[in-house]
């Protein structure tokens, strides 16, 4: 049997290579050494829980004889860690867009979004009506339709979410231009999401209510006619890494995913961040266990609580609700050879490197400063990913090790845990992170992946990108009437 001890303090490894007699599979955990019933699991030098039962050295460990060490909403105290310097190279250059106000875009796309759910199948046809129409325009990247199933019948908070998410997307440097489409008769009309979406642009951004015209979708075509006209205007230049903002996610983890893809994205973050760009952490039921370590590194106090917030808030949530706070991980997590949170959340939470996190940011909030930004967000794959979009971010770096086809409005890259993966599923993956268990270091494989993203983010689609995907999904929590 071959097998990996990631770190000194671990009493865990991780197999690389099963025994047939062995009924620990590849990426499961073996004890190496005997451990007692109580006594802590140790794995990347934090306990991942405890034992539930005497475990032989060479035992296979996994939810038959491991318990969560986590209990309910915690206190917590700032101990600040001092950050190492992280040194960097030259830093590089992207072929962006350049927009007004300051940000940047790694796509020049005519987006069509919906002000509620009735017009979906309407802008659907206006999108294909127009990219017929008007696909000669060589520097539009595209035209699309981006649906959800919301802004009518909806009350409070989730109202409010819904006309936020759909003005972050409207303000997004991705889109060269918009069109909104609203019926007419819903609760989330144009003229209550205007007073949302703040000031714009009126070449930039137009609307059309669809009672309010014979044909919308002749009406649409044309307007989008409109703004094709002006997104023609942007052409690539010359842009620097530090006007990128990348989000950070994962989806379908395995026992390789704190191993592999996480650590290079979080090695790759510490490199954006050392250059002067942004990285956004999300998915807060997946900090819980791990949560102390982002605590830890908080730029302030002042975010150190915010951060205390972000955690006990969530766990709130869960329990007014009435469900378990560490109901996790997922079936397909444990089958990869994930145990228990803690450990799930000790590799999800290496996607944030080492960095200092600078702000904490609540749902449908927007990145305003530099550095590593925590947003407010489930772990749900669509729901996050959509409020990483919303946030500012023009690409999103999903690892996963089960795999998954997953995009949303921008650039997805799907990163592999391991070969097996990225070789079966060629049509999903971009990048294989796998070729850290064969022996490639971090620091070359490190520089090869940020020229990936370099490559995305100057022009090169994704994998999802060429399947298709422009998916959104929007929190909701409360009532529908």
Known sequence: MSQLKIHDKDNVAVVLAPAESSKAGRGHKIALVDIRAGEHIIKYGFPIGHATADIKAGEWIHTHNIKTNLGDILEYEYRPETQAAVHTGDCPVFQGYRRAGGRFGVRNEVWIIPTVSCVNQNIRLIAEQAAAQFADRSNIDGIFAITHPYGCSQLGDDHKNTQRILADLVQHPNAGAVLVVGLGCENNYIAEFQK???????????????????????????LVGELVQYASGFVRETCPVSELVIGLKCGGSDGFSGITANPLVGSFSDRLLACGGSTVLTEVPEMFGAETILMNRAVDETVFNKTVNLINDFKDYFVSHNQPIYEN???????????????????????????????????????????????????????????????????????????????????????????????????????????????????????????????????????AEHMGFREIAIFKNGVTL
């Not at 400063?369 to 999903?398: H, R």
Request: proline share 4%; net charge neutral; charged share 20%.
């Open 329 to 463: 991980p997922s079936p397909g997590n444990k089958e990869g050879g994930i145990s228990t949170l803690e450990e799930k959340s000790l590799g999800c939470t290496q996607k944030g490197g080492t960095g200092q996190v600078t702000d904490v940011i609540g749902y449908a909030g927007r990145v305003t400063k530099k550095g590593l930004t925590l947003l407010s967000s489930p772990g749900n794959d669509m729901v996050a990913a959509t409020a990483l979009a919303a946030a500012g971010c023009q690409i999103i770096l999903f690892t996963t090790g089960r795999g998954t086809p997953l995009g949303t409005v921008v650039p997805t890259v799907k990163i592999a845990t391991n070969s097996e993966l990225f070789a079966r599923k060629a049509n999903w993956m971009d990048f294989d992170a796998g070729r850290l268990l064969d022996g490639l270091s971090m620091a070359k494989m490190t520089t090869e992946f940020l020229n990936h993203i370099i490559g995305v983010a100057s022009g090169r689609p994704t994998k």
């Open 196 to 222: 949302v979406l703040g000031d714009y642009d009126p070449g930039r951004v137009k609307f059309l209510v669809a009672q309010e015209v014979t044909d919308e979708i002749a009406a649409g075509v044309e």
